[in-house]
């Protein structure tokens, strides 16, 4: 069973950074889609960041691009969101998901099938 557990959110003042992790298990391939999302109150879930697990390949959604950095330490299971020059409106619930069966997924929360419970960030000085 695919269980994900993202930890690393917190307080912190804009301008800061907090590194999120999210630790897989219960797949049954090497390669899977996974990715980064984020619900503010009141606004719909949204991608973040996405990473391809065949090529590396990364997205990132215009509001992060040269803040946040998605990486992934493969033997540990373990996707990781570095997120830098942190706003107020970067708070939000950050969640991570998977598709197992895909090796790349559009970073659209629909596409996405798998999801941890989620860790809350809060920028605010």
């Known amino acids: 069973q695919v269980h994900l557990v993202e930890s690393g959110g917190g307080l912190v003042q804009p301008g800061g950074s907090l590194r999120l992790s999210c630790a897989a298990s219960?797949?049954?391939?090497?390669?899977?889609?996974i990715g980064w999302f984020r619900q503010a109150p009141g606004k719909e879930r949204e991608g973040v960041s996405c990473?391809?697990?065949?090529?590396?390949?990364?997205y990132y959604a215009d509001s992060v691009k040269g803040r946040f950095t998605i990486s992934r330490d493969k033997a540990k299971k373990t996707v990781y969101l570095q997120m830098n020059s942190l706003k107020p409106e970067d708070t939000a619930v950050y969640f991570c998901?998977?598709?197992?069966?895909?090796?790349?997924?559009?970073?659209?929360?629909?596409?996405?099938?798998?999801w941890g419970q989620g860790t809350q960030v809060t920028v605010s000085s």
């Open positions: 998901a998977s598709d197992p069966l895909r090796s790349w997924a559009p970073c659209d929360p629909d596409e996405y099938d798998y």
């Open positions: 219960g797949f049954t391939l090497d390669y899977y889609a």
């Open positions: 990473f391809n697990s065949l090529d590396g390949s990364t």
